[in-house]
């Protein structure tokens, strides 16, 4: 079993676990070695089941894979800038054994979280280190860039495409052939029905924009 490490401390990292142990039940092949921070939570912390076992700092010379359990996809984009480009750190892609998904028709880049109850149907292209959450589905031709997080339930028509950063809320719906630049953020049970432009927050049925802030 090869050892694996997660970056974040916090809810979805558990969950991350989670999904890690539930792969292993079936496939043995993640030696869990805790959690990593950043910041000075005392290594040896209980975070439900496993341990705070590393500081960043501690991975410079540690050979092990690596998950990244952070739901704010700019500090997603951030921890993977710090560690991708080393060559002793891997991010393999987790993918639950209960996604439904056309494996010769969808293509992955690394770091890709996928929980259980997805769906991805086919000629699906997609990015990094995105974390899929449970129970979405994702329809023919959709593109998805890096460092996105869906939360659960959400829906994405055909022919969607999803630009790096954005965050889209639980029991979001995206419908065919929108298009959605980068860091844009869909607020819970949204449906959108126009192309939102880059860094935008929208809201509501049917999606709009928010207010700028003053």
């Known amino acids: 079993m090869q050892d694996i490490v997660i970056f974040g401390a916090g809810g979805l990292a558990k969950e991350v676990a989670f999904l890690i142990d539930d792969i292993n039940r079936v496939t043995p092949t993640w030696n869990i070695l805790g959690y990593v921070v950043r910041d000075e939570e005392p290594v040896g912390q209980m975070i439900g089941k496993y341990p705070v076992a590393f500081r960043e700092a501690q991975l410079a010379e540690r050979v092990v894979a690596a998950a990244i359990g952070i739901g704010d996809p700019a500090t997603r984009q951030k921890t993977a800038e710090r560690f991708a480009q080393q060559s002793i750190i891997s991010f393999p892609n987790l993918i639950h054994l209960a996604t439904i998904w056309d494996q010769e028709r969808v293509t992955l880049g690394q770091g890709n979280i996928v929980c ?61 052939y929108i298009k959605l630049s980068q860091r844009v953020t869909v607020g819970a049970g949204a449906v959108v029905t126009r192309d939102v432009a880059e860094g935008l927050t929208v809201v509501g049925v049917p999606a709009k924009p928010l207010p700028p802030k003053n």
């Open 116 to 176: 259980a109850g997805n769906i991805f149907t086919t000629d699906i292209r997609i990015g990094s280190f995105n974390h899929f959450n449970l129970n979405c589905t994702y329809g023919h031709d959709v593109e998805i860039g890096d460092y996105c997080v869906f939360n659960p339930g959400i829906n994405l028509s055909g022919g969607v495409v999803i630009g790096s950063g954005c965050l889209i809320g639980t029991g979001a719906t995206i419908l065919q």
